[in-house]
């Protein structure tokens, strides 16, 4: 099978998947309870999870792993099982994806900072090497960094995948609408400063994911494709800006209008295009049909 890069070199656009934590609630996740977990207690709902997005017409699915470190399995008391877990996603993942779609081993933040001195970049890059051996193991073809803010992590996440998998490595930062329009991270990165940064760390894949609906995912396509042409890129937009009521968060865009921004979002340069929260297979299946007509 080719790598994800080498079929955007050939000219195809790609498709995701969606949003995990909706569906994880919805089969009765609960406030305080450890997603990874599920890989082993409940491996039959994650299954269901990842084997939708693949019938809604996804080419790669990722593995419920985001919260897969040692760092973020700690307060669960399950630091030691970091391996047994990842792995175990890793391999639903695989199952569901058969031998023709790929399959992505998620990496998220650890919730630590160097600069507040709660970790070490040492630290950060063992606790984020053990996690993607694991993942590899259990059959991903490429991982993906995501939802990062800091660029020392992000950075020792990509070379902590680089140096000790065969695994392609995408990375993927949040960007908010600051008050002078610009798009930053929380910590402060630009899409420009991720491109130098991952760029160098030996990402194959650059991209964004969550924070912003699909509208303003362009904006940062366009911006990411001023400073590099060629880069492929994967964005994973939510469903709209999210509406918090009666302590209740929901995610507002339909599939029908998320759709509606996806050649806008291809000719602004994305290769990839997912979802992340708030989007289900609903979402996926219309961005696919779309997809498989026009390119």
Known sequence: MLTIAEKIKSGKVLVSDGAWGTFLQQKGLGPGDCPELWNIKRPNDVFEIAKSYIDAGADMIETNSFGGSSFKLKPYGLANRVHELNKAAAEI????????????????????????GDVTYEQLYESFKEQAIALAEGGADALVVETMSDMEEATAAV????????????????????????????????????LEGILAAGANIIGANCGNGIRNMVDIARIIRSVNKDIPMLIHANAGAPVYKDGITTFPETPDEMAGFVETLIGAGANIIGGCCGTSPEH????????????
């Open 159 to 194: 070379k902590a995948c680089r140096e000790n998998t065969p695994c392609e490595v995408i990375c993927t930062m949040t960007f908010e609408k600051s008050g002078d329009m610009a798009y930053n991270t929380m910590m402060g990165v630009t899409p420009a400063d991720m």
């Open 93 to 116: 993942s695989r199952r569901a994806a058969g031998p023709d779609k790929h399959v992505l081993g998620s990496i998220g933040p650890t919730g630590k900072m160097i600069m507040m």
């Open 284 to 295: 996926i299946r219309r961005i696919a049909d779309i997809v498989r007509k026009k390119y």
